[in-house]
């Protein structure tokens, strides 16, 4: 059998982060960063709708991650699934699910949605549990992982050989250096615990891209500390200079804050 399973980055930047996927059994959104009507335009954009959705993968508590949580959680019945810790900060932010719609993904495990085998993994974030997710289905295999201010051979062993990448490529060093974050916001974003810069995020590329491997989404773009056509520029050096080739092997997309990308098929 082959997959049938589609995706499109519906956001991806500072200001919120949202994904669709979709299987032959259904579709879930990874994190629900814009707000309720925010979601539904980005949804309508490819003609889909909330309605559709029947699960949300939540990755960790900041609120470019659960903007739209509570409002969604009201509206829609659909199954959202977060980690203890997640769980507890998230309602500590007074965002409160009802029973029948949480479930508990812990790192390091694997539950089946909408048909797809989903393996959750830690990342490095000063999030309180931060955690990201590969999805996989016969032969395919997406693999999102943002918001980490490293990439650690753990993390790299469980996403290597993804058929699809949504990764982060979040600042341009000398552009977060030299730009207007306050010193103690720039340290942060640059420690182990921030955000991957567009060089560290193509070394750790180069490093899970194999054979299989088909497209990139560069995503989490800073708005102040970085631009599409800089993010592009950087990771596609890196990746040649290692003999990746970026026009008939894997193909980089930019994503957007208001744009989504076009429906995908794995």
């Not at 199954?79 to 949480?102: C, D, G, L, M, Y």
Request: charged share 25%; net charge negative.
């Amino acid at each position: 059998m082959t997959s049938t399973m589609k995706m499109s980055v519906l956001a991806s930047g500072s200001t919120g982060n949202c994904i669709y996927v979709e299987s032959e059994s259904g579709s879930l959104l990874i994190d629900v960063g814009l707000t309720c009507k925010r979601t539904e335009l980005a949804l309508n954009k490819i003609e889909r709708s909330l309605n559709d959705i029947d699960a949300i993968l939540i990755t960790h508590e900041h609120s470019d991650h659960i903007k739209g949580l509570k409002v969604i959680a009201k509206r829609y019945n659909i199954p959202i699934f977060a980690n203890k810790k997640t769980w507890q900060a998230i309602e500590s932010k007074n965002i409160h699910v009802n029973r029948e719609q949480k479930f508990e993904f812990n790192a390091l495990n694997y539950k089946e949605i909408i048909g797809l085998d989903v393996e959750s993994f830690n990342v490095s974030h000063d999030a309180v549990d931060p955690q990201f997710y590969t999805l996989s289905q016969n032969d395919k295999k997406l693999s999102v992982i943002t918001d980490t201010g490293y990439v650690s051979d753990e993390m790299k062993g469980i996403i290597k050989d993804s058929d699809v990448f949504v990764f982060e490529s979040n600042h341009d060093v000398d552009m977060l250096r030299a730009g207007r974050y306050p010193w103690m916001t720039k340290q942060r974003i640059l420690s182990d615990v921030g955000h991957v810069s567009n060089e560290d995020a193509a070394h750790a590329m180069k490093d899970v891209i194999t054979d299989r491997t088909k497209r990139i989404y560069l995503s989490h773009l800073s708005q102040d500390n970085n631009i599409k056509e800089l993010a592009r520029m950087s990771v596609e050096q890196v990746l040649n200079h290692h003999d990746v080739d970026t026009v008939s092997h894997v193909e980089l997309h930019d994503t957007d804050k208001d744009e989504p990308t076009r429906i995908y098929t794995l």
